[in-house]
């Protein structure tokens, strides 16, 4: 434990809450809603993408992007 630093320790620990977080959603959306996997990839993909729009529509970048994009 002396070895590592305390950001490493940090990171560590919240990618393995991370990991475990996403295991429990995508078991929950494709076989407890018996949506299947393709059903439910999408889905997540789909709510990711709309989430990072809602998101850059926020900041410069966003703005910036929406000369570009419609």
């Known amino acids: 434990m002396k070895n590592i630093s305390k950001t490493s320790f940090i990171y560590g620990v919240l990618m393995i809450i991370a990991a475990t977080t996403g ?40 703005r910036l992007l929406s000369l570009f994009i419609p």
């Open 23 to 62: 295991k429990i959603v995508v078991n929950y959306i494709s076989r407890d809603l018996e949506l299947g996997y393709m059903l439910g990839a999408t889905l997540l993909v789909i709510t990711f993408i709309y989430y990072i729009s809602i998101k850059l529509q926020k900041t410069n970048i966003g």
